[in-house]
């Protein structure tokens, strides 16, 4: 026998280190580091990781116990997983098993008995790499042959029987599913199983439905409508009568009086698992590079080759071409038997973008994102685990992705701050891409026309203590044509010369220039910070904190104004303390009525209204932008999610409404953020043909953020910017830990939250590293609060919170997480939470 270190799956401190257990014999050839195992905890049994193999200790064993089973066939983690689990226990002070079950589709998180069948036959042999070709080739061994034929008569086997009548299989077994012989699966249940919706198709031809549709009643007004969405709806079809009532606001029994007059067809069909299968995409072939893409390749390509890792931070403009330069890479990375991460975020993961991927590489691609079903989840993972897949598309967590041969990952608009997690464990992908790469010899490109701060700030330093990317530069866009022209209009003077629209007279101009030529245009509303922040119509100013230089929140309810870093607080104003006018009031606004606006204006306008209203349901999104790729909309009205990724040919005009709202979020990367979004949304216009435009309007046109992203002036940003960081001690010139503690009662709270602060101050002086931030050379730690969070109540807890600032080379996030376990053992009732999360990206 040997033995198995194993983290169980209870998220508790004492149990956070691994127990070790023997290994019973006949189990032993189905254990790996990275094996679910059942393992005797206490009374009951648990579900584990195994993370190491150990030979069976010279010590007494007869106390230890014996692994109980195995639930997969194949380790659902791999050794290098298990290694970047370890990291993100300490990097992030979370639990290990927290980590480890944060890589897993939720889909395998449950205690499901797993089963073996023949492969499917679905796998297209075309598109398979040659290498597997050949392996199916290859002459079958007695054993192999055995066991395929029981499989193939059975059906379907359990893992259990499966062992019981092979003890010796357990190498075979794994060998045939890895080369797709046999296919692990579990009983999809209750949630999981088939999915099946009401479909709606057109029961008679478009030109009949359009004939029946001229010829309508007039009484029969919501029948009509009803009919032209669906004939719209063409190119779609068959498409959900869930969406189609929720879209157009009508009852069940409009749909079926067309069905009952033969007009259209109503039926359970199941719901694709595969949401991209059954589609057809144009295969793309590689672009000849620019000069500018081609020094870039060739860098990049430099390591792959070398199979070093590297890590690379591409800045490259709006529309220079990083998309194929991230295709040409991973087309380099396959050639060499090895497999790709994409990481895109949530927001642009948009079928735009993964046709480009799916168009180069076909079924080699597997896609990962939110919106997918927990069964549609645990297909596209099992594709990748077992080898199906060499390319993964995904959100946040498909870096995860469990690859075996991992040669590069790329991370898109790598500013993006949904790359961090803000559920536990609290990681952020670039720093986990980053460490596992490391790992494997894997190169990673971070991609961005805006670069974060830290990425940028790390690879002009080339500071020691943190990641040093190589900066790869493309200044121009790839189809030559220049930047759009960007014109800043200031709302005051619009207020000042009596136009109280929202719309400035630019910006209307411009509108109906569009409207007359049939071109396109892009609004943007930002409504992130909307109705948080009291501001002057008149002048632009805007309430501050005088501590912090972030603007204050302002609090309806006890109509005062505060700051949640230092906890300052201040009367709401009456009349404005800079030029005493009355036009000073909390700021709300949203799309619906920048539309009911749009409507007013230009009567008879077509707006496509793009916002987190109407992109809930499943596919949604993707419908919008076809209606508007195919010019059904003059406008496309939206939030972030129209700054991102859109690449149509007609749109020659971006109008941003109020480009401030995001700059006053109490929120130190408050400018960072508008100069991304601004740059994000200019770039949409003007990219192929046709000359672009840009509007912006704003109250405060003087702030840096909007004057160089109308220059398109990343650099000059970024020196400004940087200024700003380093006097007042924020990221990347420190980092931040951000502690928040919870209970049911205030009073007792405060006090902890004080000790909380007290015990950090003392400790880390005993160690010698309170310091002061102001010495840029030295290392130093200083603690900000305890004041009430932003939230300051939730699910009727109270909540406090800490903020600490820290440089140097010390293990501050080990310091936070040592006092924060202390508190927690000495307030003795167990209803004190502490959550922990460093390198925040949410400050509000
Ligand atoms: N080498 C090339 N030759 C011809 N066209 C190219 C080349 N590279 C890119 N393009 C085209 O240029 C346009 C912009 O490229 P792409 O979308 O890849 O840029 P991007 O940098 O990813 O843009 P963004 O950051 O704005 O999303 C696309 O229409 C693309 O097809
Ligand atoms: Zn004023
Ligand atoms: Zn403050």
Redesign the pocket.
Same mark, same amino acid.
């Given at each position: 026998m040997e033995m198995a270190r194993v983290i169980v799956d209870v998220p508790s401190k004492d149990t956070d280190r691994p127990f070790d257990y023997l290994i019973p014999e006949d189990l032993r050839p189905w254990i790996e580091v990275g094996s679910r195992v059942g393992v005797p905890f206490g009374h009951r049994t648990l579900q584990g990781f195994v993370v190491s193999l150990h030979p069976r200790p010279e010590m007494d064993t007869a106390k230890m116990k014996p692994i109980q089973e195995v639930l997969d066939v194949m380790p659902p983690l791999s050794p290098e997983l298990i290694e970047v689990g370890e990291w993100m226990k300490e990097r992030y002070a979370c639990r290990h098993i927290s980590a480890l079950q944060s890589m897993l589709p939720t889909a395998l998180k449950g205690k499901a008995e797993r089963y073996i069948s023949l492969a499917h036959s679905d796998m297209d042999m075309d598109s398979t790499e040659e290498a597997d070709g050949l392996f199916a080739l290859l002459p079958e061994s007695e054993l192999e042959q055995q066991i395929i034929r029981f499989v193939g008569q059975k059906g379907e086997v359990s893992l259990q029987q499966l062992s019981r009548a092979f003890p010796d299989g357990a190498a075979t077994i794994k060998a045939l599913i890895g080369r797709g012989r046999l296919s692990e699966f579990q009983q999809i249940k209750d949630k999981l199983q088939k999915k099946t919706m009401k479909a709606i198709e057109l029961a008679v031809s478009s030109e009949e439905a359009s004939t029946a549709l001229a010829s309508f009643p007039a009484k029969a007004q919501r029948q009509k409508e009803v009919l032209q969405y669906i004939l719209e709806m063409e190119d779609f079809l068959p498409i959900s009568q869930k969406d189609l009532l929720q879209t157009l606001g009508v009852t069940a029994g409009t749909v079926k009086a067309l069905a009952d007059k033969g007009l259209i067809t109503l039926e359970d069909v199941e719901v694709f698992r595969d949401p991209y299968r059954g589609r057809n995409f144009t295969p793309s072939t590689p672009?000849?590079?620019?000069q500018e893409?081609q020094v870039v390749y060739r860098s990049i390509v430099h390591k792959l080759d070398e199979r070093e890792h590297g890590v690379f931070l591409l800045h490259?403009?709006?529309?220079?071409?990083?998309?194929?330069?991230?295709l040409q890479t991973i087309q380099r990375c396959l050639e060499q038997e090895r497999q790709a991460i994409v990481l895109v975020p949530e927001i &642009?993961l948009t079928p735009q973008m993964v046709e480009?991927f799916k168009a180069r590489f076909g079924d080699r691609v597997a896609v990962m994102h939110s919106r997918l079903s927990d069964g549609e989840r645990y297909d596209e993972w099992r594709k990748i685990r077992e080898g199906r897949a060499s390319v993964v598309v995904g959100a946040r967590s498909a870096v995860f992705a469990p690859f075996d041969r991992l040669g590069l990952i790329i991370m898109?608009?790598e500013h993006e701050t949904s790359y961090k997690q803000e559920e536990t464990p609290k990681y952020h992908a670039r720093d986990v891409a980053i460490h596992r790469a490391s790992l494997t010899g894997a190169a990673v490109i971070l991609? &961005?026309?805006t670069p974060s701060l830290e990425s940028y700030h790390a690879a002009k330093s080339q500071a020691q203590d943190h990641f040093a990317p190589q900066l790869l530069e493309?200044p121009s866009?790839?189809?030559g044509n220049r930047l759009p022209e960007v014109q800043i209009v200031d709302m005051r003077e619009e207020l000042r010369d009596g136009n109280r629209s929202m719309f400035s007279r630019s910006l209307h101009a411009a509108i109906t220039t569009r409207l007359e030529r049939g071109e396109q245009t892009v609004l943007l509303l930002n409504r992130r910070g909307y109705s948080t922040f009291v501001m002057c119509r008149s002048c632009g100013y805007v309430a501050g904190c005088p501590e912090c230089d972030i603007s204050l929140t302002y609090h309806q309810k006890s109509n005062n104004l505060r700051c949640h870093y230092c906890g300052y607080a201040a009367q709401a104003p009456e009349v404005c303390p800079d030029c005493g006018s009355e036009h000073i009031r909390y700021f709300g606004t949203g799309t619906q009525r920048v539309e009911e606006e749009l409507a007013k204006l230009f009567p008879g306008i077509r707006v496509i209204r793009m916002d987190v209203d109407t992109t809930t349901e499943k596919g949604s999104h993707e419908k919008l932008l076809k209606q508007f790729r195919d010019k059904k909309g003059d406008v496309l009205l939206g939030t972030q999610m129209v700054a991102?990724?859109?690449?149509f040919p007609d749109v020659t005009l971006v109008g941003v409404i109020t480009a401030d709202s995001a700059l006053n979020l109490p929120d130190f990367r408050a400018a960072e953020k508008t100069f991304q979004l601004l740059t994000?949304v200019a770039?949409?216009a003007g990219?192929?043909q046709l000359p672009g435009e840009v509007v912006i309007q704003s109250y405060t046109p003087e702030h840096y953020s909007i004057i160089h992203a109308s220059s398109h002036d990343y650099l000059s940003f970024v020196k400004d910017e940087l200024k700003h960081r380093k006097a007042l001690h924020y990221p990347p010139y420190c980092r931040l830990i951000l502690v928040t503690l919870s209970h049911e009662q205030l009073p007792l709270l405060v006090r902890m939250a004080e000790n909380f602060a007290a015990a950090i101050k003392s400790e880390s002086d005993r160690r010698g590293w309170f310091g002061s931030l102001d010495r840029f050379d030295a290392s130093a730690l200083d603690i900000l609060g305890p004041v009430a969070s932003p939230i300051p109540r939730l699910k009727n807890r109270y909540r406090f919170q800490c903020m600490i600032k820290w440089r140097g080379t010390m293990d501050a996030v080990s310091l936070v997480r040592l006092v924060a376990e202390k508190l927690q053992d000495s307030a003795r009732d167990s209803k004190l939470q502490i959550s922990i999360d460093v390198d925040p990206q949410m400050l509000m």
């Open positions: 672009l000849a590079l620019t893409q490259g403009v709006t529309g220079s071409g990083k998309t194929e330069i991230y &642009s480009r898109d608009e991609g &961005s026309a493309m866009r790839a189809l991102k990724g859109l690449d994000q770039g949409r990219r192929h």
